[in-house]
């Protein structure tokens, strides 16, 4: 969870300065003065192994300069993707983001037995973005999300589309993976009012949205993909789906 803690203080010519305070751990938090208020930010957690670790702003930008680009990974789960991609391509850092601490443990301890130096399990989610990942993505991937992520892709906004974007270090490159329907999965489709997943809802509500600023987003395909696909994708779920109920799966790729 991340969260923050402001005291006012009466300096008003602090207007914007941020620097770790004297008496508190500076493992914890960062501090930013900002018109004489301070805001206590908690860092990024790594989920490593079975634990949870806490990586500061510094030593993450220092860790991304090793690497020629960054891959996100957003819902990663149990982070397969993130680990089988981190074993193909040693420069680019795989970064698998989601808020379940015990499946992303699933992979990292594989990447942890690996030593796997360019795979990160990052404890967050759409709504609490950790604020190290912003600008810094070469690309992104949502693969097979579900809840709230699912909701927001599905039925998106201008404010979803300009978080997404923010990720970005300068092009984007996002490539969604979705599938669901209201037979194999109902609860989840009446919870969140989940529209009938075509071709023609993607084409007509989802892709105009990220298209309405050019600069943000242009799609480069839509394809519908078949169980095979669908297991070549490295994701658990993607292996998982192929053996279950039918459903409709498509990829949208921006860029
Ligand atoms: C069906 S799983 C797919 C996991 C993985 N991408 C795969 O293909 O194996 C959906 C994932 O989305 C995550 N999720 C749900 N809501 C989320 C949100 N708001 N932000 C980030 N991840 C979310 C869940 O925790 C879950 O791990």
């Not at 510094?58 to 960054?70: A, G, H, P, R, T």
């Not at 809840?147 to 984007?172: A, C, M, Q, Y």
């Amino acid at each position: 969870m991340r969260g923050f803690l402001v005291v006012i203080l009466s300096d008003p010519f602090s207007n914007l300065m941020c620097r770790k305070p004297k008496r508190l751990p500076d493992r914890d938090y960062s501090f930013c003065f900002i018109h004489g208020v301070i805001l206590s930010l908690q860092v990024m957690k790594l989920v490593k192994g079975n634990k949870l670790v806490e990586i500061k702003i510094e030593k993450f930008k220092e860790l991304i300069k090793k690497f020629e680009k960054v891959v996100l990974d957003l819902g990663t789960g149990d982070g397969r993707f993130v680990y089988k991609k981190a074993l193909e391509n040693s420069k680019t850092l795989f970064i698998g983001i989601d808020p379940s601490e015990h499946q992303l443990r699933i992979y990292s301890k594989k990447a942890n037995r690996k030593k796997l130096g360019n795979a990160l399990f990052v404890l967050g989610s759409f709504e609490n973005m950790p604020k190290e990942l912003a600008a810094i993505a070469d690309k992104v991937f949502i693969i097979l999300p579900w809840g709230s992520l699912l909701e927001k892709i599905v039925k998106p906004t201008k404010e979803v589309i300009k978080k997404l974007k923010n990720l970005f270090k300068s092009e984007s490159f996002l490539e969604i993976v979705l599938g669901y329907s209201q037979q194999a999965e109902p609860a989840e489709s009446t919870r969140l009012d989940l529209p009938e997943l075509t071709e023609s809802y993607l084409r007509n509500e989802v892709i105009p949205v990220f298209e309405q600023n050019p600069a943000l987003f242009r799609l480069d395909h839509l394809t519908s993909l078949k169980p095979k696909d669908v297991a070549a994708l490295e994701s658990s779920w993607g292996k998982t789906l192929q053996f279950s109920q039918k459903r409709p799966i498509y990829r949208i790729r921006f860029k």
